[in-house]
């Protein structure tokens, strides 16, 4: 029986290496550029399953909708699941699956791309030769080599960022509840989250977003940092309270800021606003600095990794149907 999924806030680019794919999994998608919301999720009945991103809301209210509409499966096209009341999922019976790997060198080359861009001003170059200025007053870098790189969350993507950090020949250290084998044999250690905070010229977050990590990066772990700290998050926007880190940036503390995510991206990110006045005072503040790249997480944004994505999905929502989900991609049912 061919699986009915809604596919919300779709993309072009989703619909183009979704759709082809659709036929050899019995799966009939509708793309639905919309993300789902209060407002749409309601519109769900003619879908078994529902496939979301980053950004849509899947709260306990809108888990009800769906459940009133006859949706039997979330399936989340993206690692983090910091967005579902998995308890409300699980009270209606309804089965939620995510990818929870697809290629994390994209994300940990990513992160890479903001600390380069940092450090050498790229971005300014870029502007100035365009623009026949070839001054390098204001360009000043630092050399990675020998610096130490604090990597906070050692999962897939943070080790794949320790080990291209450590192929720089930064001294890498590390912070996770649960340290990863192979990086220890490879010679990359673990220290306290004091240490790491206190040492490091390069911070990386790389931990889920959790009732635990929220504001992790806080006015008082901010104190600990060295001054001038380069301080990178691709992870998700609420592992940092932005108006401290805005203080941070103003007493000079950070140095220097690199984001993907940011913690009320789902007003601003993956639209474009460019004709619109933009009302998030705080994150128009973010974008005046100087010293400041922000990016509208675009990590996982890869032909490799979004293809993975795909097939993942697909492989999720024919597995559920077949009712074999495979227990590390299903998070409930
Ligand atoms: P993962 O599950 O493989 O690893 C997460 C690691 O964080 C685990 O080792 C875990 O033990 C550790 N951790 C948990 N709590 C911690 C804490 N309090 N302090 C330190 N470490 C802690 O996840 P991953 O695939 O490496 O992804 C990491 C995060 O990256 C995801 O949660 C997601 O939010 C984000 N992400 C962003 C993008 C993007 O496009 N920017 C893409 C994919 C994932």
Same mark, same amino acid.
């Given at each position: 029986m061919t699986i009915r999924v809604g596919v919300f806030s779709a993309k072009s680019y989703d619909e183009s290496i979704f759709a082809p794919m659709s036929e050899h999994y019995d799966v009939s998608f509708r793309f639905l550029p919309m993300a789902l919301d209060a407002q749409t999720a309601h519109l769900c009945s003619d879908y078994d399953a529902v496939c979301v991103f980053v950004n849509d809301d899947i709260s306990r209210p809108i888990i009800d909708a769906l459940h009133q509409c006859g949706v039997r499966h979330i399936a989340l096209?993206?690692?983090?699941?910091?967005?579902?009341d998995l308890q409300a999922a699980k009270d209606h019976g309804i089965a939620v699956s995510r990818v929870?790997?697809?290629?994390?060198e994209a994300v940990a080359e990513h992160a890479i791309a903001l600390m380069l861009t940092l450090n050498r001003k790229i971005h300014k170059a870029y502007n100035r030769v365009k623009e026949g200025n070839f001054e390098l007053s204001g360009l000043m870098g630092f050399t990675l080599h020998n610096k130490t790189a604090g990597i906070i969350g050692t999962g897939r993507i943070g080790a794949a960022t320790a080990r291209i950090l450590s192929g720089f020949g930064c001294k890498v250290m590390c912070y996770d509840p649960y340290p990863d084998d192979e990086l220890i044999q490879a010679g990359i250690g673990y220290v306290p989250l004091d240490t790491l905070l206190e040492t490091s010229h390069i911070i990386s977050l790389h931990c889920p977003l959790s009732e635990d990590t929220y504001? @992790? #990066?806080?006015h008082d772990t901010i104190a600990q940092m060295r001054d001038g700290v380069m301080l990178i998050n691709t992870?998700?926007?609420? @592992? #940092?309270?932005t108006s401290a880190v805005i203080q941070g940036l103003k007493s000079r503390k950070i140095g220097y800021l690199g984001l993907d995510v940011y913690e009320m991206e789902s007003e601003l990110f993956f639209k474009d606003h460019s004709e619109q006045i933009i009302d998030d005072d705080v994150f128009e503040r973010l974008a005046t600095f100087h010293n400041v790249i922000i990016t509208g997480h675009q990590g996982f944004f890869t032909q490799e990794a979004l293809s993975q994505i795909a097939t993942t999905t697909l492989e999720n929502l024919r597995d559920f149907n077949k009712g074999k989900p495979d227990p590390s991609r299903f998070l409930s049912g």
């Open positions: 096209r993206c690692a983090g699941f910091n967005n579902i929870p790997a697809y290629g994390p504001h @992790l #990066i806080n992870s998700r926007g609420g @592992l #940092i309270d």
